[in-house]
């Protein structure tokens, strides 16, 4: 091939790839199952935003290799940054719990308590090549809206294998584990908030 015909084909690949598009970026969240509220409790839950760790406070999704290794995936994203989907999601699957005769987003003058939190862990945990978790770590902290007193506190691990080894998976997943944690703590929180003095 001569240097001319060389060159007009390297140049004609380069034109190529620089006219590929990307692919698409998709959007995922977790979604809260659709339920009636379960009963009418007493009190009003005030969720504020969750404090996201910086490695996840980011709409990117996180997927890990190894312990000390995190990377983020380029074309799949969250709907909106974790800690901010995951408050939306508490005050929703709080409120459907039946806990509490209210929650709502924020702070409320006519909240009794307020519940906030850190979260530690949100991403997709590859063990192996067939094996694959979500896993999410969070810290939550309910205290009193007239006084700041803390009334309770806990850090939560939950996994959850994946089903399929996909970001729609992986939410899938994550919202599994999320429902575990609000069923834990429900009853935690609204004992809590009736034990105030």
Same mark, same amino acid.
Request: with cysteine; glycine share 8%.
């Given at each position: #091939?001569?240097?001319?015909?060389?060159?007009?084909?390297?140049?004609?690949?380069?034109?190529?790839?620089?006219?590929?598009?990307?692919?698409?970026?998709?959007?995922?969240?977790?979604?809260?199952?659709?339920?009636?509220?379960?009963?009418?409790?007493?009190?009003?839950?005030?969720?504020?935003?969750?404090?996201?760790?910086?490695?996840?406070?980011?709409?990117?999704?996180?997927?890990?290799?190894?312990?000390?290794?995190?990377?983020?995936?380029?074309?799949?994203?969250?709907?909106?940054?974790?800690? #901010?989907?995951?408050?939306?999601?508490?005050?929703?699957?709080?409120?459907?719990?039946?806990?509490?005769?209210?929650?709502?987003?924020?702070?409320?003058?006519?909240?009794?308590?307020?519940?906030?939190?850190?979260?530690?862990?949100?991403?997709?945990?590859?063990?192996?090549?067939?094996?694959?978790?979500?896993?999410?770590?969070?810290?939550?902290?309910?205290?009193?809206?007239?006084?700041?007193?803390?009334?309770?506190?806990?850090?939560?691990?939950?996994?959850?294998?994946?089903?399929?080894?996909?970001?729609?998976?992986?939410?899938?997943?994550?919202?599994?584990? #999320?429902?575990?944690?609000?069923?834990?703590?429900?009853?935690?929180?609204?004992?809590?908030?009736?034990?105030?003095?």
């Amino acid at each position: #091939m001569t240097r001319i015909a060389f060159a007009t084909f390297a140049l004609f690949v380069f034109a190529a790839a620089c006219g590929s598009s990307p692919p698409p970026v998709r959007y995922y969240q977790i979604a809260v199952p659709e339920a009636e509220p379960a009963g009418q409790g007493e009190g009003i839950l005030a969720v504020e935003r969750i404090r996201a760790d910086a490695a996840y406070d980011d709409a990117r999704i996180v997927y890990r290799e190894s312990p000390h290794r995190l990377d983020y995936y380029h074309y799949h994203r969250w709907s909106s940054p974790p800690g #901010m989907m995951l408050s939306d999601y508490l005050r929703v699957a709080y409120d459907q719990s039946g806990h509490f005769g209210s929650v709502v987003s924020g702070f409320s003058d006519d909240a009794d308590a307020i519940l906030g939190g850190r979260l530690m862990a949100f991403e997709e945990v590859n063990e192996t090549e067939d094996r694959w978790l979500a896993r999410v770590r969070l810290e939550l902290r309910l205290r009193d809206a007239k006084t700041g007193e803390l009334l309770w506190s806990s850090v939560i691990t939950e996994t959850e294998p994946l089903e399929e080894h996909e970001p729609e998976g992986l939410a899938k997943a994550l919202g599994v584990a #999320m429902d575990r944690i609000v069923a834990a703590t429900g009853p935690d929180l609204r004992d809590a908030l009736g034990d105030r003095e």
